[in-house]
C-alpha cells in the first residue's frame, strides 16, 4: 500500500504481521530490553521493515538506534520514516540527495476517540471536515487529518529538530487522496529556504489510513 504514495526512489517495505523470529542487533534489543510484549512486536518489526528497505538500497547491514525524541537515527546520507498500528508496520528510506525528508503515518480507519479532534485540529479544520463529512460519510475524516497532522511531524522534526504542534499546521485534504500542510511556525529546509507548506498523499485500504510525504531535494 504504501509505496503508492511515494516516489521511485523511496524504498518502501511494509508488514501486515510481526515476521516470526526477528534477530536485532543487540544495540537496538538493549532500547526495548524492558518493553512489553506489544511494544517489543512494535519495535521489532518496524526495524525489520527498515533494514529490509535500507538492503534494497544497497546499504550493508547496521543498528537502527534512536536519537532525539525517540526519532529512529538513520545511516549517513539516507533519511526515513517508521509507522506502526495494529495490523500494519512499514518503513521508508531515501537518498537524500534526492528526497531531503520522509514522514508517514499509518492509522485505523475508524473515529477518533471523543475529544481527540478538538485537541488536535483549528477551527477551520473542523469546519473543513464536515463539508467532506457531508459529502462522503462512510469516510473518518476526522481520523486521515490525525494521520496526515502526524506526517507532517515526521516530515518537520528531521529537518528543524524542533517541536511542530498540532496547531501550528493548517491541513487541507483533497477527496482524491492528497493533502496540503500550511506550517504556522517558522522553519528552514536543508538549504535554509523557509518551510511554508508540505504537499503529501493519502489512502484509504484494508480498514486503514495510510498517509505520505517525500520532500523533494532542492
Known amino acids: 500500500m504504501i509505496e503508492q504514495l511515494l516516489p521511485d526512489e523511496v524504498s518502501c517495505v511494509e508488514a501486515f504481521t510481526d515476521p516470526p523470529d526477528v534477530e536485532l542487533f543487540p544495540e537496538e534489543e538493549a532500547i526495548i530490553a524492558r518493553a512489553v510484549g506489544k511494544r517489543r512486536q512494535e519495535f521489532t518489526t518496524g526495524r525489520w521493515c527498515a533494514h529490509q528497505a535500507l538492503s534494497r538500497m544497497g546499504i550493508p547491514p547496521a543498528p537502527l538506534l534512536t536519537g532525539e525524541r525517540g526519532a529512529p537515527q538513520w545511516p549517513e546520507g539516507t533519511i526515513g520514516s517508521i509507522t506502526h498500528c495494529a495490523g500494519y508496520r512499514a518503513a521508508v528510506v531515501a537518498h537524500t540527495e534526492k528526497v531531503q525528508s520522509l514522514g508517514i503515518d499509518a492509522e485505523p480507519h475508524e473515529a477518533l476517540p471523543d475529544g481527540v479532534l478538538d485537541a488536535v485540529s483549528l477551527p477551520a479544520e473542523r469546519a473543513h471536515l464536515a463539508e ?29 529538530h524542533e517541536w511542530l504542534g498540532f496547531e501550528e499546521a493548517r491541513l487541507h485534504l483533497h477527496p482524491e487522496g492528497t ?35 517525500a520532500l523533494p531535494a532542492t
Open 179 to 213: 493533502f496540503t500542510a500550511h506550517l504556522l511556525k517558522k522553519g528552514a529546509d536543508r538549504t535554509g529556504a523557509p518551510l511554508t507548506e508540505f504537499t503529501g498523499r493519502w489512502l484509504v485500504g484494508n480498514d486503514l489510513i495510510i498517509t505520505a510525504i
Open 132 to 160: 467532506l463529512s457531508t459529502s462522503d460519510p462512510g469516510t473518518h475524516w476526522d481520523r486521515i487529518l490525525f494521520s496526515c497532522k502526524e506526517t507532517v511531524y515526521k516530515t518537520w522534526y528531521p529537518l528543524t
